[in-house]
């Protein structure tokens, strides 16, 4: 069966995001480790962490996908910033060691005061600090439109990221179709020769996850920008087909502000697709 979920927010806890997704026929979510724009971290509730424990393992669910707040910049040649983010991702990681076997995702940063290939070298050095052999969280690298000075845009360059990392088999890409979008890669007039190439230049079976929104803005113009689900450029029957090309990977439905309602319909057209 084909793992696919929805970005939740966590308020109620992780049975409130199993609830929900069960309500949407999902069998995973995503969900923010902490504020996204800052970097305070929710408390878990260890009673509601050991009943979702048992609510996965008896109703299949997961991989479930932690995100890393946006502000963690492991590349951006500014110290403090890039203390944060190795700290943000050593207390993440550990945290999620508590579930296992979960994936965790995060924007690789962006070359404000270096060139690309140093700020690359940076995020590798931050990640090859704070994994480690015994963990069973997979980290994964979300590929970015090219806003400003973002880096892991190119599939060059995502590959030298992935690379760059000495515990090859802990790390991995999220595939964001938005960021693919934004960066100028086709995915609705050559979906086959987008990822033949990803597959040439870092392999397929480097992505473990895979954001499906709809962007609001043109190809190629860099933005991260979220439409509804069906109301953007790419539009349904496009995430469909990107679904159904990839639909061994854990799927993640996005919409501009996690609105569960809105993630019923492009759920239900999803499971009719996949079966």
């Not at 910033?81 to 550990?94: Q, T």
């Not at 050095?125 to 069973?136: D, G, H, K, P, Y």
């Amino acid at each position: 069966m084909t793992t696919i979920g929805c970005h939740l927010s966590d308020r109620n806890g992780f049975m409130g995001m199993a609830y929900e997704s069960t309500g949407l026929q999902a069998n995973t979510f995503q969900f923010f480790t902490r504020n996204p724009r800052g970097g305070r971290a929710r408390t878990w509730d260890q009673a509601d962490l050991e009943k979702f424990k048992a609510y996965a393992q008896e109703n299949a669910m997961g991989p479930i996908v932690a995100y890393a707040p946006y502000t963690a910049d492991p590349a951006s040649g500014e110290l403090p910033k890039e203390d944060f983010a190795r700290l943000v991702y050593s207390e993440d990681l550990a945290r999620l060691e508590e579930l296992g076997h979960q994936l965790y995702a995060a924007h690789p940063g962006s070359a404000i005061h270096e060139d690309r290939d140093v700020a690359i070298a940076h995020t590798c050095a931050a990640l090859n600090e704070v994994l480690t052999r015994s963990q069973t969280t997979t980290f994964l690298i979300v590929n970015m439109p090219g806003a400003g000075n973002e880096i892991g845009v190119t599939f060059d360059e995502l590959a030298r990221l992935l690379d760059g990392v000495s515990l090859a088999d802990h790390v991995g890409l999220c595939l964001d179709v938005v960021g693919l979008w934004g960066a100028g890669y086709d995915v609705v007039g050559d979906l086959g020769g987008v990822l033949d190439e990803l597959d040439r230049k870092v392999g397929l079976d480097r992505v473990k996850a895979v954001h499906l929104a709809d962007p609001r803005y043109d190809l190629g113009t860099h933005h991260m920008n979220h439409e509804p689900l069906g109301e953007g450029k790419i539009g349904l029957a496009g995430l469909l087909e990107i679904a159904k090309r990839l639909s061994d990977k854990v799927l993640i439905l996005e919409t501009p502000h996690d609105d569960v309602g809105a993630y019923g319909e492009a759920m239900q057209a999803l499971r009719a697709a996949l079966g």
